[in-house]
């Protein structure tokens, strides 16, 4: 297989944060090795959280086929959500919905002539009976669709909820720490 269609992505750090589960519950997909930079912030954030993930570089326009038996397996394998991110185009969270009844949320990627406008509207506008949770363009965009996947699986798992609520309970307490200073 040529270098670069497919690739999977593992961290060190997901194997020390889940205690008995090591399945996937996570399908992270990108169109290209340069949508790396960008989607491994949603891969991070899952880490943070000890949910276990599947990262892969698979193109909707170059390996289809793979594409196809990568999602078609996916339920199969674990996975109870997936994050796609592109660019330009932005094909891959279409086509994924399209072969799936799995959540997905969509990451467009900044690039191309119109930084990523182009791929947020591609996602955006997906017809109806096809549904697309689409995140912001971006860095942004890759975590806050972690912080989503874990809030769907916190629904029916315990462990991801508390660790959810944890993160939650962090980010008031950063807000409260970032007030404005008293003169």
């Known amino acids: 297989m040529p270098v670069g269609f497919t690739k999977h992505f593992e961290h060190g750090a997901l194997k020390k944060k889940m205690s008995d589960n090591t399945t996937p519950l996570v399908g992270v997909v990108m169109g290209s090795q340069s949508d790396w930079a960008t ?10 959280l000890g949910i276990g993930h599947d990262a892969r570089v ?5 390996t289809p086929d793979l594409l196809e038996e990568w999602i078609g ?3 199969d394998r674990g996975i109870r959500v ?12 279409g086509v994924t919905a399209a072969k799936t009844s799995l959540p997905v949320l969509a990451v467009p990627l900044g690039g191309g002539a119109l930084d990523g406008v182009d791929a947020l509207y591609a996602m955006v506008q997906m017809p109806k009976g096809i549904p697309v949770g689409t995140l912001a363009i971006g ?11 874990a809030s769907i699986l916190a629904l029916s798992n315990p462990e991801i909820a508390e660790a959810y609520e944890e ?14 200073p008293k003169d």
């Open 39 to 48: 989607m491994k912030h949603a891969t991070l954030t899952l880490d943070k």
């Open 58 to 62: 698979i193109s909707a326009h170059r």
């Open 73 to 75: 397996s996916a339920r």
């Open 82 to 93: 997936i994050i796609a991110g592109a660019g330009m185009a932005a094909h891959l969270a």
């Open 139 to 149: 860095k942004s965009g890759a975590i806050n669709a972690a912080l989503l996947a």
């Open 167 to 180: 993160f939650r309970k962090e980010q008031t307490e950063q807000g409260v720490a970032n007030s404005i």
